[in-house]
Antibody, heavy 120, light 107 residues
């Protein structure tokens, strides 16, 4: 079955960097677009970034443009989110998600989430 | 960006009640509208895609309708396990955007 497992979260000081990983299994990873979505404590869902199945396109929400980079390694079935210049408002649970298309915006499977806390 | 306005933000209903949640898009999104459920402490899960297509395994008491800018999500005969927050999401245009969520509580 489809499984997505995030890792790499933790507590980090403002201005520092962190890299999240998402290990995918149970499907042909290279055929699917992938997303990152986050949820601040007690808040709703905020879409963060998308990468096309073949890495031909990447797209970000305005609040992370220039600071976050989404990438993937199809040979390792892994998705990444490099987060630089972190701010307190980036504190959230980060979810990776599978797009059943090449990168259309629908998310049909989600990971369990990983907490990132930005605090001094 | 397309804004998604979801209402109500919370509701309390009894087991067996019919529950309706609405979602309005700031512009025409055709039928590119999904509904997700998030149970407390868990990841979201997709219930309905393209406004009305029920995912495999989702109980038939859940349904969706609408097109253009106005959409409705219905739970017929609310069950105790339906305690959750429900979100609409458009994917007509990037970035995909979510509604603010509707927290459903059981009386």
């Amino acid at each position: 079955q489809v499984q997505l497992v995030e890792s790499g979260g933790g507590v980090v000081q403002p201005g520092r960097s962190l890299r999240l990983s998402c290990a995918a299994s149970g499907f042909s990873f290279s055929d699917y677009g992938m997303h990152w979505v986050r949820q601040a404590p007690g808040q709703g869902l905020e879409w963060v970034a998308i990468i096309w199945y073949d890495d031909s396109k990447r797209y970000y929400v305005d609040s992370v443009k220039g600071r976050f980079t989404i990438s993937r390694d199809n040979s390792k079935n892994k998705l990444y989110l490099q987060m630089n210049s972190l701010r307190a408002e980036d504190t959230a649970v980060y979810y990776c998600g599978r797009d059943p298309g090449s990168g259309e915006g629908l998310i049909d499977h989600w990971g369990q989430g990983i907490l990132v806390t930005v605090s001094s | 960006d397309i804004q998604m306005t979801q209402s109500p933000s919370s509701l309390s209903a009894s087991v067996g009640d019919r529950v309706t949640i609405t979602c309005q898009a700031s512009q025409d999104i055709s039928n590119y509208l999904n509904w997700y459920r998030q149970k407390p402490g868990k990841a979201p899960e997709l219930l309905i895609n393209d406004a009305l297509s029920l995912q495999t395994g989702v109980p038939s008491r859940f349904s969706g309708s609408g097109s253009g800018t106005d959409f409705t999500f219905t739970i017929n005969s609310l069950q105790p396990e339906d305690l959750a927050t429900y979100y609409c999401q458009q994917y007509d245009n990037l970035p995909p955007t979510f509604g603010g969520g509707t927290k459903v509580e059981i009386k």
